[in-house]
């Protein structure tokens, strides 16, 4: 039976592992580089943000901020044990953090210890009181409300407003990589801490060329990590004004009204709560009736349409293909105007790769300037899977050289040959205990290495070193320079080691 560890990771989180992160790193560097050639740069944004800012973000009605996001009270800082005071102590400790700035004022916080107190008589010493004080006081929530992000357009906003970089040249074309959090039910494809490869543009105007821009970014990388069998789409959801996304909302409520008694629960209950989310529904039995739905392009305002018009020509323009899909609309607040997604085969029903779109009040909402804005996030879990299930898996990683040695005097010069030739470039494996030849040369192979050095006290005082290639078993001798002009050899003439 498998030794099953009492320690396991975290449901829904898992460990990346050798090979697989060999691959995990060829899509990241791939990220870098061709956004690079686009003129983007890296952020870092930290992985905990204030709830505050998310929720604002987001949308607090959305399911990732009202059922998904991991969030705690952080611990007030400095804050004394009330254990080891007296309730009237502890409160005057809060009032002075509370003045102080290092908590928020609140002064119903107070109100109620105080209340309390009184209330229960919990200024006795016995052992009944000191229990209920700590219960009410532990039932505080002093500390700051943070989250783990659930995704990172809310944090490059507030970086951006942060460091104020509406003074720099505009747009600013940032680009993260990193884990993020989403309390969902795991399954293929979805995960609770996953990864995202995201941009965002900032400032500088909303021209359709941009939205082109980085939607073609978006379908330069994939070609080049090389992930087929992708579909791009794309739609418009107005902005909110009067004549605009409202106006349609209302008739699609008024359809989806008439319509009500074939919907389910959930569609049911989003015609009050968020009726664009219908349109999501992947039920079997709700499909004839969405079909009939007015759509959002047939009621978008002039410049809304206008908008959307250019963006496609635009696209046409760059040789990008694209479906128009009138359905997709997105699960966070954010969204005006353009969204779009692309779905990659292989993936069962969490088929999306990215997710995007364009954000222009959200700078504004977070307290910044009036800002455009828009960007999108790759799911890096899922592009790695689409990419393994297409057959672009990682080789695990070999060597380059194993050297066998044998000897005290071969010892010594096995390692200064290791550190010459990882000072090469050349993956190197020195096997930290000698071994015989015939062992050696097994292990060199079970690590996948392509050649072993064979280092004897003769072959070193010699002078004269063998280099075995293990896939066919031939041998030759080389001096110790010649042996890396050989191995160097190898590998500009374009042979990978
Ligand atoms: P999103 O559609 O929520 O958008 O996520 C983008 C992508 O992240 C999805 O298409 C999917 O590939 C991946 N993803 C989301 N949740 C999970 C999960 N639980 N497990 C695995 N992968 C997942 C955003 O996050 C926006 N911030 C994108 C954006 C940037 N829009 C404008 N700028």
Redesign the pocket.
């Known amino acids: 039976m498998a030794n099953k560890s009492k320690f396991q990771a975290i449901r829904g989180t898992r460990d990346l592992l050798p090979p697989e992160t060999a691959l995990w790193n060829h899509v990241e560097e791939t990220a870098h580089a061709v956004f690079d050639t686009f003129g983007f740069s890296e952020i870092r944004p930290p992985i905990f943000e204030p709830t505050e800012l998310l929720a604002r973000a987001v949308g607090g009605e959305t399911d990732?901020v009202s059922k998904e996001m991991y969030t705690f009270e952080d611990r007030a800082g400095g804050l004394p044990d009330p254990g080891e005071m007296s309730p009237d102590g502890f409160l005057n400790e809060i009032r002075r953090a509370m003045n102080s700035g290092q908590l928020a004022n609140d002064a119903a916080v107070i109100a109620q210890l105080e209340f309390q107190l009184e209330n229960y008589n919990l200024r006795s010493d016995s052992e009944r009181a000191r229990l209920i004080w700590m219960y009410f006081v532990r039932g505080l929530r002093l500390g700051d409300s943070i989250s783990l992000r659930?995704?990172?357009?809310a944090s490059v906003c507030r970086a951006y407003i942060e460091h104020n970089m509406q003074q720099l040249p505009q747009p600013v074309k940032l680009y993260y990589m990193g884990p993020?959090f989403?309390r969902?039910r795991p399954q293929k494809?979805?995960?609770?801490q996953?990864y995202?490869i995201?941009?965002?543009v900032l400032g500088g105007g909303d021209a359709p060329a941009i939205d082109a821009e980085v939607i073609e970014m978006v379908m330069t990388f994939f070609d080049r990590v090389g992930l087929s069998g992708i579909e791009l789409d794309i739609n418009s959801i107005g902005h909110n004004a009067p004549d605009c996304r409202p106006a349609y909302v209302e008739k699609l409520k008024a359809a989806l009204e008439k319509a009500k008694d074939k919907l389910g629960a959930d569609s049911q209950r989003r015609i009050e709560t968020n009726p664009l989310r219908v349109l999501d529904s992947k039920l079997e039995h709700e499909q004839p009736i969405i079909a009939t739905l007015p759509r959002i392009a047939d009621h978008l305002c002039a410049e809304c349409a206008a908008h959307y018009a250019s963006v496609k020509r635009q696209l046409e323009l760059r040789g990008v293909f694209f479906k128009e899909n009138w359905r997709l609309v997105?699960?966070?607040d954010?969204?005006m105007r353009t969204t779009f997604?692309v779905t990659a085969k292989g993936l069962g029903s969490?088929n999306?790769?990215?997710?995007?779109?364009r954000?222009d009040g959200l700078v504004e909402l977070l307290g910044g300037l009036p800002t455009k804005?828009?960007?999108?996030?790759?799911?890096e879990?899922?592009?790695i899977l689409s990419l393994q299930e297409s057959g672009k898996g990682a080789a695990p990683h070999g060597r380059d050289v194993y050297i066998a040695w044998m000897g005290e005097r071969a010892y010594a010069t096995a390692v200064r040959a290791a550190k010459d030739l990882r000072n090469a470039g050349f993956s190197v494996e020195l096997p930290p205990t000698e071994s015989k030849f015939g062992k050696a040369l097994e292990r060199a192979d079970k690590l996948g290495s392509r050649y072993a050095l064979i280092l004897g006290d003769n072959e070193v005082s010699e002078g004269s070193w063998t280099l075995k290639t293990l896939a066919d078993g031939t041998q030759r001798k080389f001096t110790e320079p010649e042996l890396l002009e050989f191995l160097t050899s190898v590998k500009v003439s374009g042979e990978r080691l």
């Open positions: 990732i659930p995704e990172a357009t993020m989403r969902e494809g979805r995960y609770r996953f995202q995201g941009a965002e997105r699960g966070l954010y969204y997604e969490q999306a790769v990215c997710g995007g779109g954000y804005g828009i960007g999108f996030a790759i799911g879990d899922r592009l």
